[in-house]
């Protein structure tokens, strides 16, 4: 089986940086991918890794380590609009690529 | 980014009708589709995963008689709950998987509310 794991809930202030964790356990691993939920709406795409690094994109990084089943969500600047739910999800090869996704981490940002 | 579309975004219904939800890949083909449910302050659920063309594959739990999935084309997939009940009231999100990267976008989602 499965296994995605991220903190529930965080509080950071306007202007500051965050990391949100992630940690997986899986088979068959086939990419890590970071989404962003506002109450009330659906998920966006924010960042996909599947090898080893940091990849950047504006304020938002996403950083991978397969050995270490690890992975890390970076924002920078943050601002109120940032408030959100952040849904790790872990690609399969073994099931058909399906994501599995973690639990979400709830992020208020607070001025 | 590739977009999906999701109609209706809102439906009220009565207990015992059906409701039928539409999903689009606007700007991709999407070989495979996903359903899922999201209850308020919990996370997505997988409900089924359709492929184009063939019949969809319903996760442990989920009644495909009462959730039907038709993946006709490559750019619709169709989420009809039939004989609703209150019971079914929840977020309904449909997710297309595409593009080089074989990412999932998801579409808006669609409140259902059965009274």
């Known amino acids: 089986g499965q296994n995605i794991d991220q903190p529930t809930e965080m509080t950071a202030t306007e202007g500051a940086i965050v990391q949100i964790n992630c940690t997986y356990q899986t088979s068959g691993f086939n990419g890590l991918f970071w989404y962003q939920q506002h109450a009330g709406e659906a998920p966006t795409f924010l960042s996909y890794n599947v090898l080893d690094g940091l990849e950047e994109k504006g304020r938002f990084s996403s950083f991978l380590s397969r050995s270490k089943g690890y992975s890390y969500l970076l924002l920078k600047e943050l601002q109120m609009k940032d408030s959100a739910s952040y849904l790790c999800?872990?690609?399969?090869?073994?099931?058909?690529?399906?994501?599995?996704f973690g639990g979400g981490t709830r992020l208020m940002v607070k001025p | 980014g590739a977009v999906v579309s999701q109609h209706p975004s809102r439906v009220i219904c009565k207990s015992g009708t059906s409701v039928k939800i539409e999903c689009r890949s606007l700007d991709f083909q999407a070989t495979t589709m996903f359903w899922y449910r999201q209850f308020p302050k919990q996370s997505l659920m997988l409900m089924a995963t359709?492929?184009?063309?063939?019949?969809?594959?319903?996760e442990q739990g989920v009644e495909k008689d009462k959730f039907l999935i038709n993946h006709a084309s490559l750019t619709l997939s169709t989420l009809t709950v039939t004989s609703a009940h209150p019971e079914d009231s929840s977020f309904y999100i449909c997710?297309?998987?595409?593009?080089?990267?074989?990412?999932?976008?998801f579409g808006p989602g669609t409140r259902l509310l059965v009274l």
């Open positions: 999800a872990v690609r399969n090869n073994n099931a058909g690529n399906m994501l599995t």
């Open positions: 359709s492929n184009e063309g063939s019949k969809a594959t319903y």
């Open positions: 997710s297309a998987r595409g593009g080089t990267q074989e990412t999932q976008y």
